[in-house]
């Protein structure tokens, strides 16, 4: 286990709705990132969170955002669900930058959405 | 686009050694290699990275040939709990872009008994 728990685990929506995901990082990490992993593909980057700022986005839509608190939790939300956000919504955290270590990613169990 | 290429799949035997190749013939001077893999169901597990020696640790070896250009990874002794997907994937490791890992389809691993 990697310290990075996601909630909830399971979801299921219906198209048109909106949906909060949650992450709590691995303690010490200030750094979260997000992605999303359709069925049979490999994660997609949706955006990372360096201490509460956005920090590089992927090819999302806006209806993509997040939010990262200053226990550096965060929270992933969709607005207007369509049926191809159906995927596996994974986070991780990574230790802090600089000091020489290198940005290894840490990956929750993710949440599976479902989107009807 | 992922900046690697990797077989879909491959099988091993239990016991025997799994090595499995990665192509990234456009790899910058600053990048590493990473390796993570995904067991069904759960998020990626990183394994090892490497810049452009060879490197060892619990889980794996990571073997890189001297123009960085492929690398093949090692699980010397496989068991069937490493069936998994195999992710290589080439990006900086200071600073820069350090939360955009850029998956592609990875290798499916299977370890048959």
């Known amino acids: 286990e990697t310290g990075v728990t996601q909630s909830p685990t399971h979801l299921i929506k219906t198209r048109g709705q909106q949906v909060t995901l949650r992450c709590s990082s691995q303690?010490?990490?200030?750094?979260v990132s997000w992605y999303q992993q359709a069925l049979g593909q490999g994660p997609q980057f949706i955006f990372q969170?360096?201490?509460?700022?956005?920090?590089g986005r992927g090819n999302f839509p806006p209806r993509f955002s997040g939010l990262q608190f200053p226990n550096y939790s965060s929270e992933l939300n969709v607005n207007a669900l369509e049926l191809d956000d159906s995927a596996l919504y994974l986070c991780?955290?990574?230790?802090?930058?600089?000091?020489?270590?290198?940005?290894?990613?840490?990956f929750g169990p993710g949440t599976r959405l479902t989107v009807l | 686009d992922a900046k690697t290429t990797q077989p879909p799949s491959m099988d091993c035997a239990e016991g025997r050694a799994a090595n499995l190749p990665c192509n990234h013939s456009?790899?910058?001077?600053?990048?590493?290699v990473y390796w993570y893999r995904q067991i069904h169901s759960q998020g990626p597990q990183y394994i090892i990275h490497?810049?452009?020696n060879n490197e060892t640790n619990e889980m794996a070896s990571l073997i890189i040939t001297e123009d960085r250009k492929s690398s093949t990874l090692i699980l010397p002794h496989a068991t069937l709990r490493d069936t998994a997907v195999y992710y290589c994937?080439?990006?900086?490791?200071?600073?820069?872009?350090?939360?955009?890992?850029?998956f592609g389809k990875g290798t499916k691993l299977s370890v048959k008994p």
């Open positions: 969170y360096y201490r509460e700022e956005e920090n």
């Open positions: 490497g810049l452009k």
């Open positions: 456009t790899i910058s001077g600053n990048e590493y």
């Open positions: 303690s010490g990490h200030n750094t």
């Open positions: 994937i080439v990006r900086v490791a200071y600073g820069g872009s350090q939360g955009n890992l850029i």
């Open positions: 991780a955290s990574s230790l802090p930058r600089g000091g020489g270590s290198y940005n290894e990613q840490f």
